[in-house]
């Protein structure tokens, strides 16, 4: 199985390539240069495996939530890259990848996943070690959290802990046991989940390839005087 899968719903920027389980990556921290730095690493990703686009079974990216511009590029990227290539798309959830990294690192039961969204909001969403989601993914302020009673063990993954982790912590209690509130959302762990897509045959045409927000965009236009 070969993937080629995108990352840039946060000020990381990464691409990775799935070949046969191994994953190759280029992961940089790149606050809005993901324009400028994501087609480069998928061609080094494909130039070093001695690749096309159309030798592989699918394109992933990350489909949020997260930043605006980031995932209107990583699904534009992903889409163009699998209509040139006649390939479907694997739309994963960022906040799952992310999840599973911590999950698979520290042995927890539960993750306990925070991306900050800004207004003083967290993207949330709690995974089982099965993978599966409780509840579902929310935009929320983070003193509104619940945490479902049967959630233990846990790790706490991805910046929003580091930026309300005191606000977290309070919530979650002991019930978290390990935490990684440094850690990004990466490229290859798209991948890794994109493999499963591929695998259960929960691909998408390019064009049904669509970024997930979580809540509207505001844009305000200043008026001429």
């Known amino acids: 199985m070969k993937i080629l899968a995108i990352e840039t719903a946060t000020e990381a920027c990464s691409a990775a390539l799935f070949l046969e389980g191994e994953v190759r990556e280029r992961f940089e921290v790149a606050p809005r240069r993901h324009a400028e730095w994501i087609l480069p690493m998928m061609d080094q990703l494909l130039r070093e495996a001695g690749l096309s686009l159309r030798d592989l079974d699918a394109v992933a990216f990350g489909r ?17 890259a699998a209509l040139g290539a006649g390939l479907a798309v694997a739309p994963v959830s960022t906040l799952a990848a992310l999840g599973r990294e911590g999950l698979d690192e520290t042995g927890a039961d539960y993750a306990l996943v925070a991306l900050d969204a800004r207004m003083h909001e967290v993207y949330w969403a709690v995974y089982r070690r099965d ?9 929320i302020p983070p003193d509104r959290i619940r945490l479902p009673d049967e959630v233990a063990n846990a790790v706490a993954v991805g910046p929003g802990w580091k930026v309300y ?19 990004l959302p990466r490229a290859a762990w798209v991948a890794r989940l994109a493999a499963r897509m591929v695998a259960s045959g929960g691909l998408v045409p390019p064009e049904a390839a669509q970024p997930v927000y979580l809540r509207d965009q505001v844009v305000t236009v200043k008026e001429n005087p």
């Open 64 to 80: 949020g939530p997260g930043a605006f511009t980031g995932l209107r590029i990583a699904a534009g990227v992903a889409q163009g």
């Open 131 to 139: 993978g599966r989601l409780l509840g579902e993914e929310q935009v």
């Open 165 to 183: 982790g005191e606000i977290l912590r309070e919530k979650a209690g002991a019930r978290v046991r390990f935490s990684l509130p440094q850690r």
